[in-house]
């Protein structure tokens, strides 16, 4: 399997991203990469996450994976922070992250 190398860290198929962002709420999606290509770019796809609630507008999700959703994303591995980033769009940043790992999340109906 290939793997991409950081200063901070390895990128390589099936690793898992997380996003959060989101104003007045949080909103968690996971991404988990489904191919690597050259020595910076990745092609990733949304994937489901489990939830679970604490109380009624918020909880921990964790990712789902190979439960996957939406269209895959070509995107660049940003080398510049304390674990591989990639841009999903101008306002969602999402980390490599643990796919065990809880990422607690908010939500207003």
Same mark, same amino acid.
């Given at each position: 399997?290939?793997?991409?190398? =950081?200063?901070? *860290?390895?990128?390589?198929? *099936?690793?898992?991203?997380?996003?959060?962002?989101?104003?007045?709420? %949080?909103?968690?999606?996971?991404? #988990?990469?489904?191919?690597?290509?050259?020595? /910076?770019?990745? %092609?990733? #796809?949304e994937i489901r996450a489990s939830?679970?609630? %604490? @109380?009624?507008?918020?909880?921990?999700?964790?990712?789902?994976?190979?439960? =996957? @959703?939406?269209?895959?994303?070509?995107?660049?591995?940003?080398? @510049?922070?304390?674990?591989?980033?990639?841009?999903?769009?101008? =306002?969602?940043?999402?980390? /490599?992250?643990?796919p065990e790992e809880k990422h607690e999340f908010t939500s207003y109906?």
């Open positions: 399997m290939e793997a991409l190398t =950081f200063n901070n *860290g390895t990128v390589s198929v *099936g690793d898992v991203f997380v996003s959060s962002w989101g104003y007045e709420q %949080t909103n968690v999606n996971f991404y #988990q990469v489904i191919s690597v290509h050259g020595k /910076k770019t990745v %092609t990733v #796809q939830v679970l609630l %604490t @109380c009624s507008m918020s909880g921990y999700k964790t990712p789902l994976l190979n439960d =996957f @959703c939406g269209e895959p994303l070509k995107r660049r591995v940003r080398d @510049c922070y304390s674990v591989p980033a990639i841009e999903i769009e101008s =306002f969602e940043m999402a980390y /490599k992250t643990q109906y």
